[in-house]
């Protein structure tokens, strides 16, 4: 079965950066669009950034010209550099795919990340 495993949360000081990855792994066919989503306390889960298979991105107002996602194809990982983070950005933030997975055919499903918690403190 396919998983999607995140990894590189942490805590971090108000104006540092992280970066966050996510790999995918299984019987893959084809990964297509990748996005990052977070989710705070007492939130709704929100779209972060979001980038397909041929490299198209786009990006939530709150994290313009900070955030940067991309993606290694050939590794069927994407990831989320964050820079100047700021206590607004404290949140569980989640990968999700996009994928046509093997089985006794090919079919497009889509997977999420476990989760990894991102801190900001002021």
């Known amino acids: 079965q396919v998983q999607l495993v995140e990894s590189g949360g942490g805590l971090v000081q108000a104006g540092g950066s992280l970066t966050l990855s996510c790999a995918a792994s299984?019987?893959?066919?084809?990964?297509?669009?990748m996005e990052w989503y977070r989710q705070a306390p007492g939130n709704q889960r929100e779209l972060v950034a979001s980038i397909t298979k041929g490299g198209s991105t786009n990006y939530a107002d709150s994290v313009e010209g900070r955030f940067t996602i991309s993606r290694d194809n050939a590794k069927n990982t994407v990831y989320l550099q964050m820079n100047s983070l700021e206590p607004e950005d404290t949140a569980v933030y989640y990968c999700y795919a996009v994928i046509v997975v093997i089985t006794t055919t090919l079919a497009e499903y889509p997977y999420w990340g476990q989760g990894t918690q991102v801190t900001v403190s002021s």
């Open positions: 299984g019987y893959i066919f084809s990964v297509n669009a």
